[in-house]
């Protein structure tokens, strides 16, 4: 049926464009006469008329049996929405009343790689200020070793108009990710209804997304990107998530789960399990959702729909918690056990220096010894206890 009219659509297209009598004239040689020109246009158009009245009769007959079938899904308005060519549906997302799971599939599809995967982060008004946390995310695609290509794969899920006008500055794919009943022009502390609100929206956000058939790495927009991570991921799981201190066993549950980074593809186990996750929010009132799935990753729930969570090791998934040892290995690096926005970006600047530098180095120098970071300065060790007692702070915010 979509098919139907997508292909009406263009043959409307083709036949308004020149291209047509361009290509036939060449096709001939040289220009005909004006009189068998005109005659041949008028044939042309006949033709042309014929089709339309073809493609009208048919895609009203589809209508008509469409409407019979599914009479309460039927609605012209997101039926055209959907139709019509992606560029109507998300060239001003701010004036156009589209439905929002289309929008989203259009976000979606743009940034997709070939096999539907997707790189994920969720943005809020304070880290997009320029000079912050969401420019020095996106420097580090930059300077990172072959990194780039994966920024056109980024969608941006902002949560707040702010932070949605600045991403549509500065990237190609932005999604604003609305939260009902929470004004977020008002700040979110940690810990208030409105933060846990969208922090648990962001949950059920990402079970959408899978259930849409898409793989995604989902990344906290602290965390800076320096090599690619997919050669360093488990082929034998389908949920694999990072953590504050690796134990040294990817399937030891008692490693701690850090919901700021996970791998995750779409499979009916994990949208079950997001599901699960989701739900679980009801049985832990007033806990986030990291400290939750520390909860729930030992319920049995999760074994009988036979999924299996494998963490990732810090070696190459670092943080300020365990900073990632050598810079021979590093993919991601999150800024995590941080308290403080400032003391989170003067540490962020510097871990990103480090690496400039690490990258000027002679092959030689690079590979003679364990190269390490000077940071956390601000964040990390010494803070780290406070860190952990508050819950990590500054997760987000
Ligand atoms: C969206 O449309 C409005 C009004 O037409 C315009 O002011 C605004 O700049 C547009 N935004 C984008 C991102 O194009
Ligand atoms: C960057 O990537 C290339 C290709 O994978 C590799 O040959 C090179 O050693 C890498 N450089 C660093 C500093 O990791
Ligand atoms: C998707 O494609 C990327 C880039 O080629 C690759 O690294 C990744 O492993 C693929 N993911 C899946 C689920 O096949």
């Given at each position: 049926m979509k098919m139907e009219f997508m292909k009406f659509y263009e043959v409307l297209n083709d036949f308004h464009s020149s291209d047509i009598i361009d290509s036939d004239v060449r096709r001939n040689g040289k220009m005909k006469s004006p009189e068998s020109g005109n005659r041949r246009y008028h044939v042309f158009h006949n033709q042309v008329l014929r089709t339309l009245l073809l493609f009208a009769m048919v895609s009203l007959a589809c209508l008509v049996l469409y409407h019979a079938v599914y009479p309460l899904q039927f609605s012209p308005v997101r039926f055209y929405s959907f139709s019509l060519p992606r560029v109507y549906a998300?060239?001003?997302?701010?004036?156009n009343s589209g439905n929002e799971e289309d929008k989203l599939e259009g976000v979606l599809k743009r940034a997709?790689?070939?096999?539907k995967t997707v790189l994920i982060t969720t943005l809020n008004e304070a880290w997009a200020e320029p000079n912050s946390v969401f420019d020095l995310f996106l420097e580090s695609f930059r300077i990172?070793?072959?990194?780039?290509?994966?920024l056109k794969h980024l969608v941006v899920a902002a949560l707040d108009q702010k932070a949605y006008a600045r991403c549509l500055e500065l990237h190609p794919n932005c999604y604003f990710l609305k939260t009902d009943g929470?004004?977020?022009?008002?700040e979110a502390h940690f810990m208030s209804p409105g933060y846990l609100k969208m922090m648990w929206r962001r949950i059920d956000f990402l079970r959408i997304v899978l259930d849409m058939g898409y793989n995604f790495i989902f990344t906290d927009t602290d965390i800076m990107w320096f090599r690619n991570p997919f050669p360093h991921?488990?082929?034998?799981?389908?949920f694999q998530i990072a953590c504050?201190?690796?134990?040294?066993?990817?399937?030891?549950?008692?490693n701690a789960p850090n919901g700021g980074f996970n791998y995750v593809k779409s499979s009916s186990q994990t949208i079950q399990f997001y599901k699960f996750w989701y739900k679980s929010r009801q049985n832990y009132p007033r806990k986030h959702d990291q400290d939750v799935l520390n909860k729930i990753k030992y319920d049995p729930f999760i074994s009988e729909i036979g999924l299996k969570i494998k963490f990732l090791d810090t070696a190459y998934?670092?943080?300020?918690?365990?900073?990632?040892?050598d810079l021979n290995f590093v993919c991601t690096m999150h800024s995590n056990c941080c308290v403080g926005l400032d003391n989170k970006v003067h540490d962020l600047k510097i871990l990103l220096q480090d690496w400039t530098k690490y990258l000027d180095l002679p092959p030689k120098l690079k590979e003679s010894k364990t190269l390490s970071w000077?940071?956390?300065?601000?964040?990390?060790?010494?803070h780290r206890r406070i860190a952990r007692k508050k819950n990590d702070k500054t997760r987000n915010l």
């Open positions: 998300h060239a001003n997302t701010s004036t997709a790689m070939s096999n990172g070793n072959q990194t780039l290509w994966l929470v004004d977020f022009s008002v991921f488990y082929l034998d799981t389908d504050d201190n690796f134990l040294g066993n990817p399937w030891d549950l008692n998934f670092g943080g300020f918690c365990q900073p990632s040892k000077t940071v956390p300065q601000r964040c990390g060790s010494g």
